[in-house]
T-cell receptor, first 112, second 111 residues
Framework: EDKVVQSPLSLVVHEGDTVTLNCSYE??????LLWYKQEKKAPTFLFML????IEKKSGRLSSILDKKELFSILNITATQTGDSAIYLC????????????FGKGITLSVRP | ETGVTQSPTHLIKTRGQQVTLRCSSQ?????VSWYQQALGQGPQFIFQ???????GRGNFPPRFSGLQFPNYSSELNVNALELDDSALYLC??????????FGPGTRLTVL
């Protein structure tokens, strides 16, 4: 059975801290790995990773994929209270459709 | 560019009733996927529609059904509602197998 595991499940940090969110996966036919941020309802797209070792960056957020060890990390530097959210990791499987298999999410709380 | 929209925002139903949820895909997108997100869980794939045909289905019973229209908007129908169907229902649109963009969701409560 395809599986995506995120850790830790929740995290509390102070503004200015750097955080690393982890995502490991075991799937039969990997196509890509995606990170989303979910604040109230709609998950908003952050990154799509398909190749190992290539860092994707957007402002204070960055992410990298290791296809040999089957994991990805999402880094957030100089955290702000606006970064408080649930961070979802999803793996897209190859095949006829682009079904996403999600982890449970990591709840990040950034305190002032 | 218009994003993904869903209606209604919230819905309360009783066990045994039927419900229809609606999704308008982002402009230019031809693929719609539906997900169910229970409290404290990640979204779970229900099914996907590509050019009006079902293109893959998750582990959900047949009382979950859907449609996609020629303008690529979509409906999710759930018959014989059960208490466990209470969840946030998310619709995501994409251009084929490219990254999926989510709508704001419909919060369904079954009493």
């Amino acid at each position: 059975e395809d599986k995506v595991v995120q850790s830790p499940l929740s995290l509390v940090v102070h503004e200015g801290d750097t955080v690393t969110l982890n995502c490991s996966y075991e799937v039969t036919n990997f196509r890509s790995l995606l990170w989303y941020k979910q604040e109230k309802k709609a998950p908003t797209f952050l990154f799509m990773l398909t190749s190992s070792g290539i860092e994707k960056k957007s402002g204070r957020l960055s992410s990298i994929l290791d296809k040999k060890e089957l994991f990805s990390i999402l880094n957030i530097t100089a955290t702000q209270t606006g970064d408080s959210a649930i961070y979802l990791c999803a793996v897209e499987l190859g095949g006829a459709n682009s079904k996403l298999t999600f982890g449970k999410g990591i709840t990040l709380s950034v305190r002032p | 560019e218009t994003g993904v929209t869903q209606s209604p925002t919230h819905l309360i139903k009783t066990r045994g009733q039927q419900v229809t949820l609606r999704c308008s895909s982002q402009s230019g997108h031809n693929t719609v996927s539906w997900y169910q997100q229970a409290l404290g869980q990640g979204p779970q794939f229900i099914f996907q529609y590509y050019r009006e045909e079902e293109n893959g289905r998750g582990n959900f019973p047949p009382r979950f059904s859907g449609l996609q229209f020629p303008n690529y908007s979509s409906e999710l129908n759930v018959n014989a509602l059960e208490l466990d169907d209470s969840a946030l229902y998310l619709c995501a649109s994409s251009l084929g197998a490219r990254e999926q963009f989510f709508g704001p969701g419909t919060r369904l409560t079954v009493l």
